[in-house]
């Protein structure tokens, strides 16, 4: 396909499509999965197309008659499609025969979950790795076998080049447009949820401006673990008449039906700390929206002169979006080693971690994530700790930087340039 880039999730999809009759890619519009599938597939049903939805309506015996791999692009939209795949693999379970897209949760939930028939897979929006920077030096999968390996490599990148690709986003129509078009398209990414995809959720906005500065609230707590109360306080500040807490709630829910949310949920390990927080961590799908909610360009990012909503939080905008950017990317890499991502902190608030990577196994890699271009004792404080906790369950630690050397330091803690740092 011209102009396409690869993503992470086509080695997956290299690898499980031999094996599986059905995969489901979910994710936000705009990350790319209808390209994606599209690669893969001799025919392909739009169901966003009301006419092509119409012929399957009136004929679903096309989804068994068509050549495959079959793309059902936008199953949501004709929801009873789920329910014909699964009984259609049930009769026939070879590999290989459909693809399901997906940007939204149905407003009509299937009659079954496709549990042993369909596989779900989320895509993201493109992590560093996959939007041409510098080529990655420091595989996570190497990291997560535990024989830790040589870390090496540079790479030019500085902060500035990090803050411009906060900006610049990871939906691939959107990151290569000249700024101000790219700010338009985001801008109107935005308006879209409220004004369109709100109401098909099947959730009516009746006050957008208060919807907005929810949004922009949950955007300014990003990488914070910030009840949901102080963000709707933060979104309303002054105002007696205040939405009630069903509608911020529904906000989330809808928010996140449409992948939009992305929060990193705690971390519990199989040998139990007792003193463990379990709020998760806020993100946005990908961090140019929070960017973009918050007025956030290159240079208001440098200077740091953003006025946030007053959710409470600690450090600069750009050390939270910068936080951002790094988790979008190792969540994409670990869903590639079949690991799952999470934070620690302790209630206390003594001691925290940023980014737990967790094996089936429950061992672990940990990461914390700094706005600088070296690692310190203070930065690794909080690896050396889990460290003296975990011992062998813990396979590999590494600060993630926005220097331009990756290396070891000498007590065996990973030094990592952020986009140095690959599947």
């Known amino acids: 396909m011209p102009g ?7 080695s997956e999809l290299e690898e499980l499509l031999p094996g599986l009759p059905a995969i489901s890619l979910e994710g936000p519009k705009g990350v790319g999965k209808t390209a994606t599938a599209a690669r893969r597939a001799r ?10 939805r119409e012929l399957l309506q009136a004929d679903p015996r096309r989804l068994d008659r068509s050549p495959t791999p079959v793309l059902v692009d936008e199953w949501q939209r004709e929801p ?25 949760a149905p407003t009509t939930a299937p009659t079954h979950s496709g549990a042993g028939r369909i596989v779900t897979m989320r895509m993201r929006p493109m992590s560093l790795a996959e939007r041409g920077l510098p080529t990655p030096a420091v595989s996570l999968g190497d990291l997560l076998t535990g024989g830790r390996p040589v870390v090496e490599g540079s790479t030019d990148l500085n902060l500035t080049d990090y803050a411009e690709e906060i900006v610049r986003s990871g939906f691939p129509g959107i990151r290569d447009l000249p ?4 700010r338009a398209q985001l801008d109107g990414y935005l308006a879209r949820i409220v004004e369109r995809d709100f109401p098909e959720q099947g959730h009516l906005v009746r006050r957008p401006a208060t919807l907005r500065a929810w949004l922009a609230a949950y955007a300014g707590a990003t990488a914070g673990t910030a009840s949901y109360n102080a963000i709707l306080t933060a979104a309303t500040p002054g105002e007696d008449d205040k939405p009630a807490k069903t509608t911020t709630i529904a906000y989330r829910d809808v928010l996140s039906q449409l992948w939009l949310l992305d929060p990193v949920p705690g971390w519990f390990p199989r040998n139990t700390f007792a003193t463990l927080g379990a709020a998760p961590k806020h993100h946005l799908a990908d961090p140019a929206l929070a960017a973009r909610l918050l007025g956030a360009d290159v240079a208001a990012l440098l ?16 050390g939270a979006l910068f936080e951002s950017l790094v988790t979008l990317s190792v969540r994409v890499y670990a869903q590639a080693a079949e690991a799952t991502v999470h934070h620690l902190r302790t209630r206390d608030g003594g001691h925290e971690v940023d980014l737990i990577v967790q094996r089936a196994d429950h061992r672990v890699v940990a990461f914390e994530i700094k706005l600088t271009t070296a690692a310190d004792d203070r930065d690794t404080r909080h690896l050396r700790w889990l460290r003296d906790r975990l011992a062998d369950d813990l396979l590999d630690a590494a600060v993630i930087t926005t ?21």
């Open 303 to 318: 200077e740091d002169s953003i006025t946030l909503p007053t959710v409470p939080r600690h450090g600069p905008l750009l």
């Open 179 to 182: 700024a101000r078009a790219r």
């Open 4 to 10: 396409y880039r690869t993503r992470v999730v086509d």
């Open 43 to 52: 025919t392909v049903f739009a169901l966003d197309d009301r006419a092509q």
């Open 80 to 104: 009873a499609v789920w329910d014909l795949v699964r009984r259609s693999v049930d009769n026939n379970p070879t590999p290989g025969r459909f693809l399901l897209t997906g940007s939204a």
């Open 403 to 423: 220097g331009t050397h990756a290396y070891r330091r000498p007590d065996g803690i990973a030094v990592i340039p952020a986009a140095l740092l690959g599947p």
